[in-house]
């Protein structure tokens, strides 16, 4: 055996079929923030539309429905299933799926939450 042999990784454990499914997910739901870019500016416009400045949103809402603000909070998943592909073992790999998709369920979520709370707020008013 020569040098070259004697030193060589072994190979890289295989994604299996679920662990493609669910980069697939994590993908998907990144995928989602990005388009929820176009949602934002709906929703600001509609906001603007009943006579609400800016000021007067929750703070939540004015952070999601800033422009391309989605599309940020879709990096950091971006970025986790990336370094996850390129991690050598199978662990660190998997970890940066899921780490990838809490990330970008979190931020679909914040956005859910960021653009219908005004509305919230108005139906609790109501209400009470």
Not at 28 to 34: H, I, K
Not at 41 to 56: L, N, P
Not at 90 to 107: E, N, P
């Amino acid at each position: 055996m020569d040098a070259a042999t004697l030193h060589r990784p072994p190979p890289r454990e295989p994604f299996t079929a679920l662990d493609w499914i669910a980069v697939v997910v994590a993908a998907a739901a990144t995928f989602g923030l990005v388009m929820m870019t176009p949602v934002a500016q709906s929703f600001r416009d509609m906001y603007a539309d009943f006579g609400t400045t800016r000021a007067e949103l929750p703070w939540l809402t004015r952070m999601v429905t800033m422009q391309l603000a989605p599309s940020a909070m879709a990096l950091p998943p971006a970025i986790a299933l990336v370094l996850g592909q390129r991690a050598y073992g199978i662990g660190a790999r998997r970890a940066g799926v899921v780490l990838s998709f809490v990330l970008a369920l979190t931020g679909l979520m914040l956005c859910w939450v960021g653009f219908y709370m005004p509305i919230w707020q108005v139906a609790d008013a109501i209400h009470s």
